[in-house]
């Protein structure tokens, strides 16, 4: 009988440990130590259940990273970020569309401060985030207090003498009143909540590879414009007048293409070493650019559809070409890719504009992939034809049909031009193009391109035709949408569609409100500039399940990171180690963001409770309605 007794409790124990296991799968000791005379570590030893990790400092598209937050600094300064003692392991992960940082077993993070000397006192909480194959827990704090002395003896020249205290119990530990002042690297800031995040945004691999291929695009359809398919042959004689043949023909057409690729790149190079990372961020949204961009998308446009000639003084192309014959070796062969580059300006140029334009204000490294992209599509077409001269014959003539694809490209470029008047208007809140007055243009333009193609050309008939046929059928698909209709088929370009239902703009109301009606809460990281956003808004959200949900169980709140409305009084804080000041309405969202869910991409989704805790994994730009739905339920 007594062993059975011993077993049961044994087995209640060991039930009872299991679930304790399961409920708390991270354990963390809290630590402070000096490690040199006048610096101190502070160290967050974690030790994770097996099947479950933690995630690193990195900044990742939907897990919580981890970051530290200091409610109180005082006789102390921050050296550096939160950093782990070991390299976390790399993976892709689907449900994020993105990779992630992690940790398995055991992790130690760390933290650096300067004493000052005298009383200090450290308070604040450890955020972390952590998974299991099936389940996360939502972002946990752990929280933290130190206070001691640091002495140093100036006099005698003796070591100095730290002698610091640690407590650590959330419900009664907290710091005197007169500790409560701030010193973050001894910037004057306001008393509040300052968080430190890892590390600086990482480049999104998928956007890359969606920026390359857009300039693989682009390189491909300059190839079919009247300024560059005609050079191919000149550019076949070029090497069959040089007796090239054999290996040293395979060699000199290689080169061609390398050179080719080499002037693009440098482009895209210099492109972004004129505007700089830290200035990427900006333009997305900043009104100059965006109607810089505008202007400069207008002209380009302009000049392909006839109205006037853009092009290089004739006089540089003669100058370099005349080098390039003079030239031997591969200097010979550079020259003459040169030469292709400058001749063909009047017809690439607009391409390489508008490209870039859209390239610039998506990535850092955009216009470099962009270019490589563009070159690379440029440059296939002419080594090809050079190694392999026959295939000329079978290659389609010379003839109006180019002046036809140029056309058609100069009312694309006027289009999409509108895209970025759009942003500047949006932003700034100027209401001078609304979303019927931009589809009202796009009809007129579709319309345009048909009477062009109609009026001034006779040969190219089947070619004719058919753009005019798409032109047509795309005017006539966008006029439902001036009487609301969505036409998801531009909602990554025009002005969002107006709110529908019950949408709150500000994070404090919107929590407010769902505490005081017992609902959860939907917020939704965005942006005017937004282009994915746009697609969640005429896709997902248009699904009437999704907006049923959505109005009945959530409060929603619509947070735009790029809102330029002034704060009534600007706001310094600390965000990656450096000092910032929040100057408008979009800086404080984006802030939030960065800070509390450890990411800065949009669109970002999160549902939370009335006092802010998250209640489910985060989710960003994904078009599956139903994973969407399921998600919210």
């Known amino acids: 009988m007594k062993q059975r007794i011993f077993l049961l409790l044994l087995l209640v124990f060991c039930i009872a440990s299991s679930a304790q296991h399961v409920l708390n799968p991270v354990s963390v000791k809290t630590s402070i130590a000096n490690v040199v005379e006048g610096e101190a570590v502070i160290s967050f030893d974690i030790n994770i259940s097996p099947g479950w990790h933690v995630y690193s400092v990195e900044e990742m598209n939907g897990p919580t990273q981890a970051s530290i937050t200091f409610e109180t600094i005082h006789g102390a300064q921050l050296i550096g970020n939160l950093t782990p003692t070991a390299t976390p392991q790399k993976q892709y992960e689907e449900m994020f569309s993105s990779e992630v940082f992690y940790f398995e077993n055991n992790v130690v993070f760390q933290q650096r401060v300067k004493l000052l000397g005298g009383h200090y006192a450290l308070s604040g909480y450890l955020t972390y985030g952590a998974c299991n194959n099936e389940s996360c827990t939502p972002p946990t704090d752990e929280e933290f207090s130190f206070s001691g002395d640091y002495i140093v003896k100036k006099e005698t020249g003796d070591s100095a003498e730290s002698h610091p205290s640690?407590?650590?119990?959330?419900?009664?530990?907290?710091?005197?009143?007169?500790?409560?002042?701030?010193?973050?690297?001894?910037?004057?800031?306001?008393?509040?909540?300052?968080?430190?995040?890892?590390?600086?945004?990482?480049?999104?691999?998928?956007?890359?590879?969606?920026?390359?291929?857009?300039?693989?695009?682009?390189?491909?359809?300059?190839?079919?414009?009247?300024?560059?398919?005609?050079?191919?042959?000149?550019?076949?004689?070029?090497?069959?007048?040089?007796?090239?043949?054999?290996?040293?023909?395979?060699?000199?057409?290689?080169?061609?293409?390398?050179?080719i690729i080499i002037i693009y790149v440098t482009l895209g190079l210099a492109v972004t070493a004129a505007f700089g990372a830290s200035a990427l961020n900006d333009l997305s949204t900043n009104a100059f650019f965006n109607i810089l961009f505008f202007l400069m998308l207008v002209v380009f446009g302009i000049s392909f559809i006839g109205g006037f000639d853009l092009s290089l003084p004739s006089s540089w192309a003669g100058k370099v070409d005349s080098k390039a014959t003079q030239a031997t070796g591969f200097l010979s062969i550079f020259l003459m890719a040169f030469t292709l580059a400058l001749v063909s300006f009047s017809c690439t140029g607009p391409i390489i504009g508008f490209l870039l334009v859209e390239v610039v204000t998506s990535n850092i490294a955009g216009p470099i992939v962009g270019m490589l992209g563009f070159s690379l599509a440029l440059a296939l077409p002419f080594t090809l034809f050079a190694l392999f001269p026959g295939w000329l014959k079978s290659a389609p003539k010379s003839g109006s049909w180019?002046?036809?694809?140029?056309?058609?490209?100069?009312?694309?470029?006027?289009?999409?031009?509108?895209?970025?008047?759009?942003?500047?208007?949006?932003?700034?809140?100027?209401?001078?193009?609304?979303?019927?007055?931009?589809?009202?243009?796009?009809?007129?333009?579709?319309?345009?391109?048909?009477?062009?193609?109609?009026?001034?050309?006779?040969?190219?008939?089947?070619?004719?035709?058919?753009?005019?046929?798409?032109?047509?059928?795309?005017?006539?698909?966008?006029?439902?949408?001036?009487?609301?209709?969505?036409?998801?088929?531009?909602?990554?370009?025009?002005?969002?569609?107006?709110?529908?239902?019950?949408?709150?703009?500000?994070?404090?109301?919107?929590?407010?409100?769902?505490?005081?009606?017992?609902?959860?809460?939907?917020?939704?990281?965005?942006?005017?500039?937004?282009?994915?956003?746009?697609?969640?808004?005429?896709?997902?959200?248009?699904?009437?399940?999704?907006?049923?949900?959505?109005e009945k169980d959530y409060i929603v709140i619509r947070l735009y990171v790029d809102d330029k409305t002034a704060l009534d009084t600007p706001v310094r804080v600390e965000q990656n180690g450096k000092s910032r000041t929040l100057r408008t309405i979009g800086d404080k969202w984006s802030y939030l963001q960065a800070s509390r869910y450890g990411t800065q991409t949009q669109p970002f989704y999160i549902i939370t409770d009335a006092e802010g805790r998250m209640l489910a994994p985060a989710r960003s730009y994904d078009e599956d309605a139903e994973a969407f739905l399921k998600w919210l339920k």
């Open 166 to 259: 640690v407590s650590y119990n959330k419900e009664t530990d907290s710091v005197p009143e007169e500790n409560a002042e701030q010193d973050i690297n001894n910037v004057d800031t306001p008393a509040g909540t300052y968080t430190f995040v890892g590390t600086e945004p990482r480049e999104d691999y998928a956007s890359l590879l969606w920026l390359f291929a857009l300039g693989f695009a682009g390189g491909l359809v300059a190839l079919f414009t009247p300024c560059v398919w005609p050079i191919i042959p000149l550019t076949v004689s070029f090497f069959l007048k040089r007796g090239a043949g054999g290996r040293k023909g395979t060699q000199a057409a290689l080169l061609y293409g390398v050179s």
């Open 402 to 550: 180019m002046q036809i694809v140029k056309i058609t490209l100069g009312y694309i470029e006027l289009a999409f031009s509108l895209k970025f008047l759009s942003v500047a208007d949006l932003t700034y809140g100027w209401g001078i193009l609304p979303r019927t007055l931009f589809i009202t243009v796009w009809i007129v333009l579709s319309i345009g391109l048909i009477v062009q193609l109609l009026m001034q050309f006779r040969n190219a008939l089947k070619l004719r035709l058919t753009l005019c046929i798409l032109a047509a059928c795309f005017a006539a698909y966008l006029v439902p949408g001036l009487w609301g209709a969505p036409v998801k088929a531009v909602s990554a370009f025009a002005p969002p569609m107006p709110e529908t239902g019950r949408v709150i703009s500000d994070y404090e109301e919107g929590l407010a409100l769902a505490h005081k009606e017992g609902k959860r809460v939907f917020i939704d990281f965005t942006g005017y500039g937004c282009v994915n956003c746009r697609k969640m808004e005429a896709t997902v959200f248009q699904d009437p399940r999704i907006t049923e949900t959505l």
